[in-house]
């Protein structure tokens, strides 16, 4: 019991002196996409032009109830007594007797018949909101598809890098070899062989130095992408192995995949929208019937108030309002102006979407495509890394044993590299067409969480 609890002990020291060294947090696929997701600013673009679209809504809405307009002023004005034949002051005595006044009104107008005005803006802010949500859907997908490709395009790198170093050393070591050999005065190896490795060393040394540097450039706009620090971060996975997925036939993502988009749907409520809009401006042609209430009220004390209903008083009065009126825009030619602007957007939408219905069908053809074309050369490529790791083991034994030539030792090597280059190229070019056709279809086709 108490050996235990040391080990507990110790293995909570060790853990809080890893956290205290600020050891990089390591991401999943998953994980990474999930922090791009909440990072991106892009989708807080979206996110505040959603919020934008509830807005305009929640105004079409507030439509249906009407306007309210309420206005006070506040004052002085000349003393006034008596009535409209008697009165013991001078109207132009301006700075007579000064007292306080207050004038208010307050209007409601509430739309009785609109003559479909209404019910055309809260489709139209309906229509938007919906187009809104999708266009921010379609953004999210396309945050998806890019972490892939940057998590996939690291590993890449990162192995790629791993198969020149381990044959840069090999290198080495053959370079030394020979170059021992040679002056021991061994009759097996020439300078020409010595030169030849250097050579090949050098060519690998170049593609080292690149393929670092590309890795180095990969982490950092991965980094960027889920808003981490770019050394407070690592990848989970340390091999690029091909991504489990299962792939339908081609019409099942023809029938229902160009539906499942986003953009799909965004075209859909926006023309919504936009037809709605257009009936909002052909509306306009027609007046809006209304009633009116509301009161209007005026006080002053250093005036008398006047009884008589002919006698005009700005400043003493109370009238409440009750009518029902009608409002008619006679901007006939304006209104028409801006039907025709509304329908030529609406042509646009609906060419738009014409295009969108054989273009998203040839885009998951495409993709579809390019997912048996990397999965048969990604067969085949894996064949030939194992002839070429094989050829090379046999080369590297002849080579130190004394009865393999440096030249075939180098030839090896390349071949190797070449095979093994575009085996991961060939998983790579796998992991990422998937992504690209869940993209085109709307649904992510591989176990991937996130």
Known sequence: M???????GVLCVVRAATVAAGEPRVYDLGECIHAALASNADLSAAAADLAGARARLAEAQAGRFGNSEYNQVLGFVNEARGNPVSSPDNKNALLSGLG????????????LWTFGKLDAALAAAQGGLESERARGAAKRADVVLNTKQLYYGLLLARQLSAVLHDMLDTLDKAVKTSQERLDTGSKD????????????????AKGVVEVDASMAL??????RAIGAGEMDFDIADRRLEPTIATVAPLDTYLTTGANARPESEQLRTGLAAQSAKVNLEEA?????LFFGTGLQFAHANNRTEQTN????????????????GLHWDLNFFMTAAKVEEARAELDRLQAQQRDAATGLALEIRRAYSDVLQARDTMTAAEDGRRAGRALLILTISNFDLG????EELFKGLGSYTEASTDYLRAVHDYNVSLGVLSRSIGKEITTLQY
């Not at 108490?2 to 507990?8: A, I, M, P």
């Not at 209903?309 to 029902?324: E, H, L, M, T």
């Not at 009865?403 to 440096?406: D, K, L, N």
């Open 284 to 288: 306009s042609y027609y007046p809006t």
């Open 2 to 8: 108490g050996v235990r609890v040391v080990l507990v």
């Open 189 to 204: 190896v020439t300078e020409i062989d010595v030169l030849k490795l250097r050579i090949g060393r050098a060519k690998f």
């Open 403 to 406: 009865i393999g030539e440096a």
């Open 309 to 324: 209903p002919f006698a005009s008083d700005d400043f003493n009065y109370v009238r409440p309002i009750g009518v029902v």
């Open 100 to 111: 306080p006044f207050t004038r208010l009104d307050l209007e409601i107008n509430i739309p």
């Open 218 to 223: 990969t982490r950092s706009a991965l980094a």
